[in-house]
């Protein structure tokens, strides 16, 4: 192979290149110089306020903070519950049989969903009067755990964050399964051997080879997190409550309100909330895995 080869290969990333900087790159440097103005997002005139809308997000605004801390809830249930439930059912479903292979289908089918059919799917749960939630618990005798769900404004992002889990938790069961598969057997036969039971095997062997594996789903999940955007929007209506009030939706409602520059000052926050967060992950990760 000649040495001008290699060169030649780059201009076939041109297309992608120029695709990836007119429509992200392009658009992200003009959303910077917008959150220095006040613009409307239709008047030809707009006057440059500097660093005004940064600062009256971070420092004045109540609605952004709420939506903060209600995306940091809804993050916060849908690792955990999300990354438990797909480790545990993948565990469950790794070895292959019949039975198992069909269960997987049944667990990832609500990955292959619409987020507009997940929300209609769940508002029917979630109805405090005709839901299945509350006709369950009532046909049991368990009525005094009946609800109003997204009524509730206490802890309607939990039941938000609960659909979503049901959302993608198969996917993030397909993750574990093809890290399960990669364990060696002699590494269980080694701790049969040694007398282990099936919770030391997990905690010994099992949890620690699929730590990659599990730094990959929090990281994917975090980021579903983050922009749950239509989800939310579905089960809550437009504009949604306080209660169930996220920096995606937060961030929409400004732009809707004809604040473009205010709406890209919230994205910038939003852009480093998310960076934060991640950094935070990374570094937890190398901590417990060392």
């Known amino acids: 192979m000649s040495r001008r080869t290699p060169r030649a290969l780059y201009l076939f990333a041109l297309p992608a290149l120029a695709l990836y900087g007119g429509f992200f790159l ?37 609605l952004f903070r709420n939506a903060l801390t209600n995306n940091l809830k809804f993050l916060l249930v849908v690792v955990l519950g999300q990354t438990a439930l797909a480790l545990l059912l993948a565990v469950l479903l790794a070895a292959r049989s019949r039975g198992s292979t069909w ?42 755990f009946q609800s109003a769900y997204l009524g509730d404004e206490d802890t309607a992002i939990l039941w938000v964050a609960v659909a979503q889990i049901w959302f993608h938790a198969g996917q993030m069961m397909v993750i574990y399964i093809a890290g399960l598969n990669q364990i060696p057997e002699e590494l269980y036969d080694a701790a049969k051997t040694d007398g282990a039971g099936r919770w030391q095997q997990f905690r010994h062997v099992t949890w620690p080879m699929v730590a990659p594996a ?77």
């Open 214 to 290: 599990t730094a990959l789903v929090v990281a994917y999940t975090t980021l579903q997190s983050f922009k749950a955007f239509d989800l939310i929007l579905g089960l809550a209506g437009n504009p949604p409550r306080s209660s169930l009030d996220v920096l995606a939706t937060r961030i929409y409602a400004t732009f809707a309100n004809s604040q473009l520059g205010y709406a890209a000052a919230e994205s910038i926050v939003f852009m480093v909330a998310i960076a934060v967060v991640t950094f935070l992950q990374n570094r937890a990760a190398r901590m417990v895995h060392k």
């Open 103 to 144: 269960l997987r289908a049944v667990f990832f089918l609500p990955t292959v969903l619409s987020s507009v059919s997940v929300a209609f799917i769940w508002k029917f749960v979630y109805d405090p009067n005709f839901g299945l939630a509350n006709a369950v618990l009532g046909a049991v005798g368990l009525d005094r």
């Open 26 to 62: 392009l658009p992200a440097v003009q959303g910077l110089q917008y959150a220095t103005t006040d613009w409307d997002g239709y008047s030809p005139a707009f006057h440059h306020v500097g660093a005004a809308n940064l600062t009256d997000v971070v420092s004045d605004d109540d």
